[in-house]
């Protein structure tokens, strides 16, 4: 099989083609799915439910790590099951934002403080059933059984619910470091959450979403890939009756309604997440808000990658400024 340059070279022994035919000009005109009746509706009533539920947060252990104290905290999800994350502070002086940073779909094993300024709050919520601390709580591991469970019924969807989950990060984060505005930082499937809940949440000034996931269901459910997607392919093609069961969890729909800045990191090639999903969710952030980074892979190793990353890091932190900055201008 015949890929396109660089590809050819970089992946010669992949099975299938990561860009699936598309180009940077074909991606970029792929459109978002439009909301549904009572897309918004939804959303808006479960951010407002969110509001009654109570996080909690207790620390349960800490420590100082390079002029930051990073402690193991527990915390309510919206259905009341209690999950585990990291919370992170600086020393020094008080924060001056809160960063809430997801991860991607095998979980989460420790910190990680690339895209979080020194002078920042950070909570690193594991999305229930997923490792290191969440192991089966609140969903299953198994990467199949989590990406399905509760299809049938919106109300508890986990990827409804994991999206919902964030919420109470945010208000973990803020009853541990006060009344601060917010940032998110989200990564494939983290991102993709962060594109269904951030929306919904007007304490953000900013978000960065890297490959997200959950975008475009049509192109998704038509692309066969090696992440999440292919489960929920194959379960569609099964039970044809799940695509509509799908439609209030599509990340590129609930990305139209983004009134903040957004910084969305986009592949071109990417056999995990197919890359007309990732740029369903750039393109239905409003033009104006709107900044794209076209990245040469995803969810692969490739020559340059060590750079790409190093510089993706510091233009995300960059956009996280600019969004405070303006942020804290009077709206004439």
């Known amino acids: ?35 549904t009746p009572g897309f918004a509706d939804r959303w808006r009533g479960w951010r407002e439910s969110a509001r009654s539920t109570d996080a909690v947060p207790r620390v349960l252990s800490s420590s100082d790590r390079g002029g930051r104290r ?15 994350a990291w919370y992170v502070e600086p020393l020094a002086e008080a924060p001056r934002v809160g960063v809430v940073h997801s991860h991607g779909y095998g979980g989460r094993e420790r910190v990680d403080l690339s895209r979080v300024p020194r002078d920042a709050a950070a909570i690193f919520p594991v999305a229930r059933g997923l490792g290191a601390l969440n192991v089966d709580v609140g969903a299953p591991e198994e990467r199949e059984a989590h ?21 109470l990060a945010g208000d973990a984060l803020r009853e541990l470091a ?30 960065t979403l890297v490959v997200p996931t959950f975008g475009q269901y049509d192109e998704r459910l ?17 039970h044809p009756e799940a695509r509509e069961q799908l439609r209030p969890f599509d990340a590129s729909t609930s990305a139209l309604f983004f009134r903040i800045p957004v910084r969305v990191e986009a592949a071109l090639w990417d056999q995990y997440v197919p890359p ?9 952030v409003p033009a104006d808000l ?7 892979a995803g969810h692969a190793e490739y020559p340059g990658l060590g750079r790409v990353i190093i510089d993706a890091r510091r233009a995300g932190r960059e956009h996280l400024e600019r969004s405070l900055t303006l942020a804290s201008e009077p709206r004439g």
């Not at 019924?153 to 990827?159: A, G, H, L, S």
């Open 178 to 207: 006060g009344d601060l505005p917010l940032y998110f930082v989200g990564e494939s499937f983290g991102g993709g959450l962060g594109a269904l809940a951030v929306p919904w949440d007007d304490r953000y000034v900013g978000a």
């Open 276 to 284: 007309p999903g990732q740029f369903s969710i750039a393109n239905a």
């Open 290 to 296: 709107l900044e794209l980074e076209v990245l040469p």
């Open 147 to 167: 990406v399905l469970t509760g299809l049938s019924d919106p109300e508890v969807y986990v990827i409804g619910l994991c999206a919902r989950d964030l919420w």
């Open 70 to 84: 990073v402690s193991l905290i527990e915390l309510s999800g919206v259905d009341g099951v209690r999950l585990r």
């Open 222 to 238: 038509a692309a066969p890939c090696l992440g999440s997607g292919e489960h929920q392919r194959r379960h569609v093609k099964r």
């Open 1 to 35: 099989m015949t890929f396109p340059a660089p590809y050819d070279l970089w992946f010669p022994d992949a099975a299938f083609d990561g860009s699936y035919g598309f180009t940077l000009d074909t991606l970029r005109a792929v459109a978002p799915v439009p909301p």
